[in-house]
T-cell receptor, first 112, second 115 residues
Framework: DAKTTQPPSMDCAEGRAANLPCNHS???????VYWYRQIHSQGPQYIIH?????ETNEMASLIITEDRKSSTLILPHATLRDTAVYYC?????????????WGAGTKLIIKP | NAGVTQTPKFQVLKTGQSMTLQCAQD?????MSWYRQDPGMGLRLIHY???????DQGEVPNGYNVSRSTTEDFPLRLLSAAPSQTSVYFC??????????????FGEGSWLTVV
């Protein structure tokens, strides 16, 4: 079973902030939260990751709750090119098992 | 920087045929892996390698074989293709080092159809 829970789909207006939620209530202390996206069956693209603190890069911001049981990916000014499936994954940095559990993700549709 | 390169991009096989999907990375990453993705689903791990000469099974290894003779290359072999192996295959690599996790880089995918 996937370690994360995401809504299957979301809409967002172009130019607005897109907020994608993820629940990971069973996350372990050494597991990071990663976000990837997949545009039209291309290879998944790394977006951002974090452990405890909020993170920001040129693509997005990641807000992790204090109890670390949930997080939100924020695309500050969504464009049509941000239409994709977004995956939230939890993973230990040097996980010897190397098993990544990918759920079905959230299909984000940006509307003009 | 080419990153992760997969070939071929598209392939049609007949049931029972064998073939090899090639994967190469130029980032000197220790970790490499193969995933398959069926329509509307997330990725599932087939096999992975933590370094040259070391491979292990993932979630769905049956019908596939891998080897890792060099750091750069990680080919995936389909031994006797079956229609159930029709899927999109992604190769990925990541470094074992890093102060905060290790980002995984993916190839562009190989579309395989078994008829």
């Amino acid at each position: 079973d996937a370690k994360t829970t995401q809504p299957p789909s979301m809409d967002c207006a172009e130019g607005r902030a897109a907020n994608l939620p993820c629940n990971h209530s069973t996350i372990s202390g050494n597991e990071y939260v990663y976000w990837y996206r997949q545009i039209h069956s291309q290879g998944p693209q790394y977006i951002i990751h974090g452990l405890k603190n909020n993170e920001t890069n040129e693509m997005a911001s990641l807000i992790i709750t204090e109890d670390r049981k949930s997080s939100t990916l924020i695309l500050p000014h969504a464009t049509l090119r941000d239409t994709a499936v977004y995956y939230c994954i939890v993973r230990a940095p040097r996980d010897s098992n190397y098993q990544l559990i990918w759920g079905a993700g959230t299909k984000l549709i940006i509307k003009p | 920087n080419a990153g992760v390169t997969q070939t071929p991009k598209f392939q049609v096989l007949k049931t029972g045929q064998s073939m090899t999907l090639q994967c190469a990375q130029d980032m000197n990453h220790e970790y490499m892996s193969w995933y398959r993705q069926d329509p509307g689903m997330g990725l599932r791990l087939i096999h992975y390698s933590v370094g040259a000469g070391i491979t292990d099974q993932g979630e769905v290894p049956n019908g596939y074989n891998v080897s890792r003779s060099t750091t750069e290359d990680f080919p995936l072999r389909l031994l006797s293709a079956a229609p159930s192996q029709t899927s999109v295959y992604f190769c990925a690599s990541s470094s074992s080092t890093g102060y905060s996790g290790n980002t995984i880089y993916f190839g562009e995918g190989s579309w395989l159809t078994v008829v």
